[in-house]
């Protein structure tokens, strides 16, 4: 008789939170050809600079080749610290400024550090599905705290404040709502943290992507040494790269680094000099702004489809001013997971936004909500991809 | 009165285990102009292929742009997993090779999915400082197995084995020691893993590093179910990439994948390419065997230069067959600790050994080992480094 061979690994037990992510498995659905998405939070490949990129991918390798090809320091590449600092609307010293493989790896380490089992993290309900799953491995006790279009509620936020290790938030255009925190929610919220103690982990990838106006100031401008703030280039730069950044306070960065240290030991030190390179041109000053009126015009071209389109199927929307995303909620009695199959079949793809709750359970609208993607599509896709959504809805909208 | 903000910040139980790397503390000492130094482990920057970089890096963006530079696959990029399967010596499916920002990553990968806070982890006895500091923050019990010239010593292996979660080996010219599994212990090894459902973790950075013959195959060769396979570009094309990759079973795929999204969404797509374009050439066929010849040349001055310079002082060292690392040992009644300043002063650094051990307290040799890297000095610098490393020595060496 054969008898299986019995596998010798154990799993450590944070494995079971690890799970594939229900993104993923929807991006994968939406890879169909022909398929109009909405789904992705892909920047749009018309951004990407690729010819300057070219260009100081070939300075980089002539001038300092071997330093950009050798182990470097685990802090960042020290120029590109600097240029980080200075942009930022808060004194931020170099110092304070960590290189990562991409926000996402902030998240990581900032779970690493200050996560143990069991520890409370208050989210926004709905956040980002990333730092949900970054957080994970590290077997925190998520806490949702409900949000409105102004930024989490800050009575909820005081009722569930305390012992949480910390608050994270996306203040500009969030993923996946679009909603930015405005200007009295913010002073609210920040003069509440201080006087809870309650830190916040402040995500910031979209804010150079406003339309109209800046956003307020960030949180961590506020009260620098009450927060960490995560960066990007993926958005104005490239996310190929995999380049992002932390700043955090003097008595946290010690760790942060020696976390990243053991992670990756450093971020790519030839992708860190290319974007030093761009960013010290006055390349960013012209290309932001075009990055801007290209999403600008994508969002008004979604938003006069959706007005089109939707016309009496109790569809709701909202009007991000900046950003990726847009947030929409159907009638009551629908479902967007149920909504999905069809409308890929009608050939359009977004993502449910129960995806994003950390608990959507206890949420009852969060199964009627969607995020909707526009900046990968092109205009003429937007039209036709909306129109198909409304096709999609009428066909299983309740009578 | 004045009184000091209390921090809002706590930290996780794990941080006390992340700390500041000896080696980096070291390494800072060693920066100081003038100095040579066999301490860092920096392959040679004259072996970095800058022109054929920058040739790929040309036609990856003229001919790939907006793919190398959009979010990507957290597997990696196909063609370069394909090219990893197929070089490796054993049948392997490219679905099993993820792609890791460096092998550096696929440690943290591995102690996130196998490690609980009190797992018992083996290693060899000394071992890769960064696989240490990559594992703390899952707070295991590291476990020391002594070894000998040939690898771990099975009756000591037999006797701690008992519940492990794994065994972390570098089977070929080990960091620190140089020293190269032989291939009785090799076959011994796996048997008895096998027997004890001991599951492997094999890291092998320095493998095509041989000097006079390939080194024996792997132990994934001879059970890949039991093994989990780390690898890296940084030895043959240039660890400014931060390329590596790691080779598992399937049944323990989805879950390093799955950290892999969470830890930094994936690896730069433009970098993979870039070396997805060397690989594809038949450049490495000849640069390898260069970086062969070099390094061979520059352990073999070093080895002439040990025995001129350290004749009648009791030193006594190793002659490692591949690699970047010779390790040595002092006379009884030196410290290799108390040793490096005066060392430094003389003009030369190296690395105390007792900074591998993982218990270096328990190891009563440990504190008169060194490990001496061949690989950056040139040989002119080898010459007169370990001629200044004698002197240091002869001052402090007992009567």
Request: net charge neutral.
């Amino acid at each position: 008789m054969l008898s299986e061979a019995r596998s010798p690994w154990t799993l450590a037990r944070r494995a079971a939170r690890m799970n594939p992510s229900v993104l993923r498995e929807l991006l994968k659905l939406t890879e169909r050809p022909g398929i109009i998405s909405f789904a992705g939070g892909l920047p749009s490949p018309a951004t990407f600079p690729v010819s300057e990129f070219a260009a100081a991918s070939a300075q980089v390798l002539r001038d300092d080749g071997p330093a950009a090809l050798q182990y470097a320091a685990s802090e960042g590449f020290g120029p590109l610290r600097e240029q980080v600092a200075a942009a930022l609307p808060w004194p931020v010293d170099p110092a304070q400024v960590l290189i990562t493989t991409g926000s996402q790896q902030g998240l990581d380490l900032v779970a690493k550090v200050l996560v143990d089992a069991g520890s409370r993290v208050l989210v926004e309900t709905p956040t980002y599905l990333g730092a949900l799953q970054a957080f994970a491995p590290m077997e925190p006790e998520v806490v949702g705290v409900r949000s409105d279009e102004e930024g989490v509620l800050l009575d909820d936020l005081e009722a569930k404040a305390a012992g949480a290790r910390f608050l994270y938030l996306l203040p500009n255009f969030q993923n996946p709502t679009g909603r930015t925190m405005s200007e009295s929610r913010r002073a609210a919220l920040s003069a509440l943290a201080k006087r809870l103690q309650l830190p916040i982990v402040e995500d910031n990838p979209y804010g150079e992507l406003w339309f109209d106006r800046p956003p307020p100031a960030p949180l961590s401008a506020r009260d620098p040494q009450g927060c960490i703030y995560l960066g990007s280039f993926s958005k104005v730069l490239a996310p190929g790269l995999r380049l992002g950044f932390l700043v955090a306070p003097p008595s946290l960065y010690p760790k942060l680094l020696q976390a990243k240290q053991a992670a990756d030991l450093h971020s790519p030190g030839f992708n860190q000099r290319i974007a030093a390179r761009v960013v010290e041109s006055d390349f960013l000053q012209h290309h932001v702004p075009r990055i801007r009126d290209l999403y600008r015009a994508q969002r008004d071209a979604m938003l006069a489809a959706l007005a089109r389109e939707m016309a009496g199927l109790g569809v709701a929307w909202n009007t991000p001013s900046g950003g990726m995303f847009l947030w929409a909620r159907l009638p009551r009695g629908m479902s967007a997971s149920a909504l999905l199959p069809a409308a890929v079949d009608a050939g359009v793809a977004f993502v449910p936004g129960a995806a994003f709750y950390a608990d959507a359970a206890s949420e009852p609208d969060a199964e009627r909500t969607l995020r909707l993607s526009f900046v990968t599509a092109t205009v003429p896709q937007i039209d036709a991809g909306v129109a198909a959504l409304g096709r999609a809805i009428r066909a299983q909208a309740p009578p």
